[in-house]
T-cell receptor, first 115, second 113 residues
């Protein structure tokens, strides 16, 4: 079972360019999440989706957009990248349990450098 | 920020010793989870403790929760070099009918063989 996959593994991007980070899960999970991880700051939630067709803003949503057209895919788009978006990006999914006992399953991450 | 905070930020011990990490959080919670991250990898779930539980064990892991102090601890007994990783606590808070997960900044554990 693949679980949750992310692409690309790493990317160097010129400032001002756009880019979409891909995330796919095969566990039929309802909820999906995008985090960024920066040294000393831990994981910060960018956007989330509780179910297909819905999305919500996390702690640091500015400069990012997401869509959830189906259960499996949750792409993250940077419309016009800036150097402060240099980070490691993790996608995660969870079953979306009503009692909030969800375990999150993480992808391997995408290392993005914006120059 | 709704983040929990782990303490210490870094911990260096010898193989065979016990490692204790602490987590403090700000809001009321339904449960608290601990995750592990090996260098360059995604996080992996270790253990969940519910708000009505005070202690939970899983193998060499022992987690405690004190909701009155809004704190939790993770104890790894008889540590091994393979336990070298970063450890994060995670909670969730309810906002606008949604469940918002939040992670602390993590404790970096190094276990020397």
């Amino acid at each position: 079972t693949a679980g949750i996959t992310q692409a690309p593994t790493s990317q160097i991007l010129a400032a001002g360019r756009s880019m979409t980070l891909r995330c796919t899960q095969d566990m039929r999970h309802n909820a999906m999440y995008w985090y960024r991880q920066d040294l000393g700051l831990g994981l910060r939630l960018i956007h989330y989706s509780n179910t297909a067709g819905t999305t919500g803003k996390g702690e640091v949503p500015d400069g990012y957009s997401v869509s959830r057209a189906n259960t499996d895919d949750f792409p993250l788009t940077l419309a016009s990248a800036v150097p402060s978006q240099t980070s490691v990006y993790f996608c995660a999914s969870s079953a979306g349990l009503a009692d909030y006992t969800d375990t999150q399953y993480f992808g391997p991450g995408t290392r993005l450098t914006v120059l | 920020s709704q983040q929990g905070e782990e303490d210490p930020q870094a911990l260096s011990i010898q193989e065979g010793e016990n490692a204790t990490m602490n987590c403090s959080y700000k809001t009321s919670i339904n449960n608290l989870q601990w995750y592990r991250q090996n260098s360059g990898r995604g996080l992996v779930h270790l253990i969940l403790i519910r708000s009505n539980e005070r202690e939970k064990h899983s193998g060499r892991l022992r987690v405690t929760l004190d909701t009155s102090k809004k704190s939790s601890s993770l104890l790894i007994t008889a540590s091994r070099a393979a336990d070298t990783a970063s450890y994060f606590c995670a909670t969730a808070f309810s906002s606008g009918g949604s469940y918002i997960p939040t992670f602390g900044r993590g404790t970096s554990l190094i276990v020397h063989p």
